[in-house]
């Protein structure tokens, strides 16, 4: 039995039952139209509610039973690691390349033109609609090799610009109708 | 129509129906380019360890609908792409399990056991042969096995099976699926009842989008494909990611390969290894035909068995080339074997298989199901047109497979070095990318990180994703079914238990459930 393994198959069991009890006593009765069984013009008919409360109901057996099994034996299972040191570098990746791919445009344009022309107006032209892409997908790939690598290094900055570019291109110029994030709608 | 004149409408829609150049008499189809290019990606991703077959599916998708369109020509080039993918990633899968003693996918880990030695005995290329003869005759049978399972079970099920009964199988399909993959059967019945769930959001008959929450961006529905690919993909990514942060091994040196070396194969080795392929592609076909059981368990059963068969030196594990061709037999038999349920039930048995149905269900004008085999006279079955061209392409595929495999597996030696810290987040930066210029919307990409942060999260815990992906893909039909037949029935709430083949069915799913619980009973260690 690994004391690991039993505190995650607990919080497994709690999530799930919390989850399947908020959807069943909060969330389905206040955002579905219909109970589990409706009578539609003298029809009786299965409601929309029936679904959601039946996959809930299965949720909150499923993780009771996890959660039971876990109290009364344990778990023998030795669950993967959550490394919160990870997560945080990974989230702050993502978040700070997806800011840079939506703001960059926008800020780059309103201060070439002086704020005269929208960047909504040159996001299909180059080199207007690389500059988000490019800034924030280059940061985003460099940014995630740098920590799995554990060592950031200016060949792995142009590895990741490279890579973006190519990215890029491979995208936009064989095909008029695809648009690179963030360009479509923006 | 009769059968001969829809197998050869199929034939026909597969070569010419959507020429790409044409050549005087001469006509290469979008289809067929699609299937090659998918067939050499396939391999190419395959070989590339850290990647696999669903990785470049997830990419493609997207991208492919972008492109062709949501037009009923559409569908070929996309479902011949996916299918020349999933071939060509099940053989090379081999290439670094045999030269570098690094599985390209989890399969081919049996691979290694015996491909590596020979390859450091200085017959890698014959290991490679090896590979690749057990796999395209494996890959073979087992289509031949789908062409001619398939319809049978289609008409057996439209002919037997009524609304109950068929909504009562897919009760007991995804009963199987939640109980046979992963270690722990309650984990997987949370991972498929909380699939279920998620795809309940904003759906229904109702005018209003239930549990929509009011918002905008959930009303029209989860965009399918960036949950899918989210959960699938993303989830992987992650986990690979935070494995080579925690693991040292980034910093080591990548091992060098050895040479290929002799690489012959007689005709008189090739009939030697023929008894252990039979056996291994008769496992992997009949695993195949089940839903949710994986290549892994096939590749370990059908090497199993090889070991039990083989006599002589040397022995299984120290270089046998009966060892890799047990393996590769049995693991690319599952592959054609998968769309059985696919393309007769409409039940997605595996990963490639969910794409399969996705690029049907995104695209329209083919819904996989027992509806398809429909052998009319009167009216043509477009549905069974398509059927019929997409077996066509997998047999080029085959043929691609037979003539090329060798060649190319053997090409590749040299270029799958790339590690898998700089491959990740360049696969990241594409999905991300796939996703958004399907919808042109920035909310598809949240979505699709949300949902790789949930697949993170289940594959540490110990939750299965195929369940969660299944049930995802199958609550419409399902719902869909289980509101007819209760129609059907004048609203009998006892209408699921009506007959006995569906009394039968929810039996059967009870027990599997129940029994698997209690045969397993506590999950089994890591190993």
Redesign the interface.
């Known amino acids: 039995m690994t004391f690991t393994g039993h505190l995650?198959d607990l919080?497994?069991a709690l999530t799930?039952c919390a989850?399947a009890l908020l959807?069943l006593l909060v969330?389905?009765p206040l955002?579905?139209?219909?109970g589990v069984i409706d009578v539609w013009r003298r029809?009786?008919?299965?409601?929309?509610?029936?679904?959601?409360v039946?996959?809930?109901a299965?949720?909150a057996?499923?993780?009771a039973?996890?959660g039971v099994?876990s109290l009364m034996?344990?778990?023998?299972?030795?669950?993967?690691?959550?490394?919160l040191a990870?997560?945080g570098?990974?989230g702050l990746t993502?978040v700070a390349g997806?800011a840079l791919m939506?703001l960059t445009g926008p800020v780059v344009a309103w201060i070439a033109t002086g704020g005269e022309t929208p960047y909504r107006v040159l996001r299909a032209t180059a080199p207007w609609k690389y500059l988000g892409?490019l800034l924030g997908?280059s940061v985003?790939?460099?940014?995630?090799?740098a920590?799995?690598?554990?060592r950031p290094s200016c060949r792995?900055a142009a590895?990741?610009f490279v890579?973006?570019l190519v990215?890029a291109l491979l995208?936009d110029l064989p095909?008029d109708?695809?648009?690179?994030?963030?360009n479509?709608?923006i | 129509m009769g059968v001969f004149d829809y197998i050869l409408a199929g034939i026909f829609e597969a070569f010419t129906a959507n020429p790409a150049l044409v050549l005087g008499p001469l006509v290469l189809s979008w289809p067929v380019i699609l299937v090659v290019l998918g067939f050499f990606t396939g391999v190419l991703i395959g070989a590339t360890p850290g990647l696999s077959g669903p990785f470049v599916m997830a990419l493609a998708l997207p991208?492919l609908i972008?492109?062709f369109g949501f037009t009923p020509d559409a569908l070929l080039p996309v479902l011949g792409f996916l299918v020349g993918v999933m071939k060509g990633a099940t053989l090379g899968g081999a290439v670094p399990a045999i030269l570098f003693n690094t599985p390209g996918t989890p399969d081919a880990f049996m691979t290694t056991l015996d491909g590596h030695p020979m390859a450091k005995a200085g017959q890698g290329g014959k290991a490679l042969r090896v590979a690749h003869f057990a796999s395209v005759t494996g890959d073979t049978f087992s289509d031949i096995v789908l062409f001619v399972c398939a319809p049978f079970l289609a008409i057996s099920i439209e002919a037997f099976l009524g609304l109950p009964e068929k909504a009562a199988l897919m009760i007991l399909s995804l009963s199987f699926v939640a109980v046979v993959v992963g270690?722990?059967t309650?984990?997987g019945?949370?991972s498929?009842?909380?699939g279920?769930?998620v795809?309940?959001i904003a759906t229904?008959?109702?005018?209003?989008p239930?549990?929509?929450?009011?918002s905008d961006v959930l009303a029209p529905g989860l965009p399918t494909i960036a949950v899918v690919i989210g959960v699938l993909v993303v989830g992987e990514i992650?986990?690979s990611?935070?494995e080579?942060?925690?693991s040292k091994r980034?910093?080591q040196a990548p091992a060098e390969a050895p040479t290929p070396g002799d690489s012959g194969l007689s005709l008189r080795e090739r009939r030697k290894l023929l008894p252990f392929i039979g056996v291994s592609m008769g496992i992997g076909t009949v695993i195949g035909a089940l839903p949710g059981i994986g290549t892994t368990l096939a590749a370990a059963m059908g090497y199993t068995a090889g070991r039990k068969m083989h006599r002589g030196t040397p022995a299984f594990g120290e270089g046998a080339p009966e060892g890799i061709a047990a393996t590769e037999a049995a693991n690319s038999a599952v592959s054609g074997a998968n769309l059985i349920p696919a393309l007769s039930l409409g039940i997605p048995g595996n990963v490639a298989a969910v794409f399969i149905i996705l690029a049907a269900d995104t695209i329209g004008g083919f819904n996989p199901g027992p509806g398809v085999f429909r052998f009319t006279a009167d009216v043509v079955n477009p549905e069974l047109v398509v059927a019929f061209a997409l077996f066509t392409l997998m047999v080029v595929a085959n043929l691609l497979n037979w003539l090329t495999g060798a060649w190319f597996m053997r090409l590749l030696g040299g270029l799958i070095r790339i590690p898998?810290?700089?491959l990740?987040?360049?696969v990241?930066?594409?999905t991300?990318?796939s996703v958004?210029?399907e919808?042109?919307?920035?909310s598809d990409?949240y979505i699709l990180?949300g949902f790789g942060f949930l697949g993170y999260?289940m594959?540490?815990?110990?939750?299965p994703i195929l369940p969660f992906v299944i049930a995802y893909i199958l609550?419409g039909p399902m719902?869909t079914a289980?509101?007819n037949a209760?129609?059907a029935s004048g609203?009998d709430p006892w209408f699921l238990f009506s007959s006995p083949i569906s009394l039968a069915f929810l039996a059967l799913a009870a027990a599997i459930v129940l029994g698997a619980?209690w045969l397993r009973?506590?999950?089994?260690?890591?190993s």
């Open positions: 995650r919080a497994v799930g989850f959807a969330w389905i955002d579905v139209d219909t029809n009786v008919r299965i409601g929309d509610a029936m679904l959601p039946f996959s809930a299965g949720m057996i499923a993780g039973v996890i099994r034996q344990g778990s023998q299972t030795t669950p993967g690691a959550i490394d990870f997560l570098w990974l993502l997806l939506l892409f997908g985003m790939t460099f940014g995630l090799m920590l799995s690598l554990h792995l590895l990741a890579a973006t990215i995208y095909f109708n695809l648009q690179l994030p963030p479509g709608d | 991208i972008s492109i270690k722990d309650w984990k019945l949370l498929a009842c909380f279920l769930f795809a309940s229904g008959t109702d005018t209003y239930r549990l929509s929450l009011g992650f986990v990611l935070q080579m942060y925690l980034a910093r898998k810290q700089v990740l987040p360049i990241l930066l594409l991300v990318t958004y210029v919808g042109s919307a920035m990409v990180l999260l594959r540490v815990s110990g939750v609550a719902e289980i509101r209760f129609e609203s619980g009973g506590t999950p089994s260690s890591d």
